[in-house]
């Protein structure tokens, strides 16, 4: 399948943060976790799909994100943690080559991915579980050229993701 077969097959919509989406999974709900009272999901799963020149600008989720990689090319996961750590990894099938099928994101951390250029596809699909169930309340995109001030040794990989 191409990328845009797989948007229709699937019925993915936009992202804010790039790339296209569409939940697959809700959980029961656990209660109360937050200071505004709303009763939480125990997790939730979703499709993410980005194509060859897509990317998931920098952002970052309250509660910790595991990628799972499914179809088409690799992905570059860039990570800065809160003392500024930049991290890098690369989510695919190719154990030889150092990728792996899975990475976890831990809250907190601000990140951003994109695609990595093989031949045969056009596209990478991941799945993204948060447990915590992700809100959209718990999502924050960044405005880069102020997380670029505020961690001017990542400026320059942090400029390469600007939308």
């Not at 790339?19 to 697959?24: C, M, P, S």
């Not at 695919?92 to 951390?109: A, C, M, R, S, Y």
């Amino acid at each position: 399948m191409t990328k845009d077969e797989l948007i229709n097959h699937l019925n993915m919509m936009p992202h804010p943060e790039g790339g296209y989406y569409v939940e697959t999974y809700r959980s029961h709900k656990i209660g109360m976790i937050n200071k505004n009272n709303i009763e939480r999901n125990a997790s939730t799963a979703i499709y993410f799909l980005m194509g060859d020149n897509d990317f998931s600008t920098f952002h970052k989720l309250k509660f910790t994100e595991i990628w799972h990689h499914y179809d088409g090319n690799p992905v570059e996961i860039v990570e800065i943690t809160p003392k500024g750590e930049l991290k890098r990894s690369i989510v695919g099938k190719d154990f030889l080559k150092g990728e792996t099928p899975q990475h976890v994101i831990t809250g907190g951390n601000w990140f951003a991915a994109r695609t990595i250029e093989s031949e045969g596809s056009d596209y990478v699909l991941v799945g993204c579980t948060v447990a915590p169930g992700f809100e959209f309340e718990d999502f924050e995109i960044a405005d880069v050229n102020k997380l670029a001030v505020d961690y001017p040794d990542h400026k320059e990989i942090i400029m390469e993701f600007k939308k």
